[in-house]
């Protein structure tokens, strides 16, 4: 395990909590403040890697697996809600030309 030699090491888990929680807040202040769709992906990203990360930190401190088994499964599942979300975002700027957010209420019907 390599994060396991890591916390031998002498780190403990509370910086991991920190930088998640760091990593977290940075996203939701993305999330609640920018308006660029493209932005916005990015933010919810952080958001959910600072999950993994903190997911992965005590699954490795208290020795289970489960964890980092159930982290694979969420990036796959971020990867493929990157991949539609930008494809939807793709077709949203050929209608209306901007990325702006609060723009989007154009594509009604």
Do not use: P
Not at 32 to 40: D, E, G, S
Not at 60 to 69: R, S, V
Request: proline share 0%.
């Amino acid at each position: 395990m390599v994060l396991g030699s890591i916390f031998n090491a002498g780190v403990s888990i509370e910086y991991y909590i920190v930088l998640s929680t760091i990593l977290f807040v940075i996203g939701a202040i993305g999330v609640m403040v920018r308006r660029n769709a493209i932005i916005l992906l990015m933010c919810i990203e952080l958001m959910l890697n600072a999950v993994n990360l903190l997911m992965v930190a005590f699954s490795t401190y208290f020795g289970k697996a489960d964890g980092q088994i159930f982290v694979f499964f969420i990036m796959v599942v971020a990867a493929a809600e990157a991949t539609v979300g930008l494809s939807i975002l793709v077709m949203a700027y050929r209608n209306i030309r901007t990325t702006d957010v609060g723009l989007f209420n154009k594509l009604k019907g």
